[in-house]
């Protein structure tokens, strides 16, 4: 799923292309993608986009009578530009936008799930409803954050992918922040030291910002086309059985639902290795504990 640093690069690039121009006309392929009624997305034809705003992992477009369209990419949708409209995108669409001036906007989503959203609002009222409340990690304040993190008793893992208390932060960079905070994903968020937290404070913005400047430069004046949660240059994230790159030790993970979590049990739990289900299940009693106890057995999962 695109996070803070993907949204962004493309909010920029979308900036660039789309603000001051008119939607002449859109082509909705898959009706399953529009999750409102009223507007209906048709009164946006002949309208100026007058602005852009991110709302967590979603894009907003502001029209110039006051009506908001709201897209949320989920897991596999993607932005695709077209500077000519006769080259529109066509795989994998779900809805095309054409703009004044020929170019074209493509929402597209692989795979057969349809998560990818679109909502039309009519006004600002209408755009709160979609804001999930969590605080922009990298303008508040160290104390914003610390109150934002120890207001409930969760793990870190999911205290920092929580949209209600961090806005933007998604599974593949929350492995990042906690990997450069060298954290244990599992930590409960009201155990942690004021140092600590200072420390992940630090490791969020750090992490987001290299990411985004990253991403920033990779896209130059181009629109962005490779945009994955999955990036040869990260640390953890989708690294499982790869060394790591401050000790050299096997990642490891836990796998729950369609999502995984990647670590270091070097750098982030003490040398402990955190039960997989699947893989403690089925090991039971011979499931190591540690990494000298997986080394001195073989067993290290994915060396």
Not at 32 to 61: Q, S
Not at 231 to 236: I, N, S
Request: charged share 25%; glycine share 8%.
């Amino acid at each position: 799923m695109p996070e803070l640093p993907d949204i962004t690069v493309y909010l920029e690039a979308l900036e660039r292309r789309v603000v001051g121009r008119v939607l002449e006309k859109l082509r909705v392929v898959d009706v399953f993608v529009l999750r409102t009624a009223i507007p209906p997305i048709g009164a946006l034809e002949g309208m100026r986009v007058v602005a852009l705003r991110r709302l967590g992992k979603r894009i907003a477009f502001r029209f110039e009578d006051g009506k908001w369209l709201v897209v949320h990419l989920m897991i596999a949708g993607r932005w695709q530009w077209s500077d000519t409209a006769a080259k529109a995108v066509t795989r994998n669409a779900l809805a095309t936008f054409f703009f004044s001036g020929g170019g074209s906007l493509t929402l597209t989503e692989a795979g057969t799930k349809r998560r990818a959203s679109l909502h039309v609002v009519a006004d600002e009222a209408g755009l709160a409803a979609h804001k999930r409340g969590g605080i922009d990690v990298l303008t508040c304040t160290a104390e914003e954050f610390a109150a934002a993190l120890t207001r409930e008793n969760h793990t870190l893992k999911r205290a920092l992918t929580d949209p209600g208390l961090f806005s933007g932060v998604g599974n593949a960079y929350s492995d990042e922040i906690l990997h450069a905070a060298k954290l244990s994903p599992v930590t409960l968020t009201q155990k942690l030291t004021a140092k600590e937290i200072a420390r992940l404070g630090e490791a969020t913005r750090s992490v987001l910002e290299a990411w985004t400047e990253r991403l920033r430069k990779e896209a130059g004046e181009g629109f962005p086309a490779k945009v994955t949660a999955f990036r040869p240059e990260m640390a953890v994230h989708g690294k499982f059985g790869q060394p790591c790159p401050m000790c050299g030790t096997a990642v490891q993970r836990i796998q729950y639902a369609e999502n995984e979590v990647n670590y270091c049990p070097r750098c982030q739990t003490g040398g402990k290795l955190l039960a997989d289900r699947s893989l403690s299940r089925l090991l039971k009693a011979d499931w190591p504990k540690t990494i000298e106890e997986a080394e001195a057995a073989g067993k290290l999962p994915g060396a």
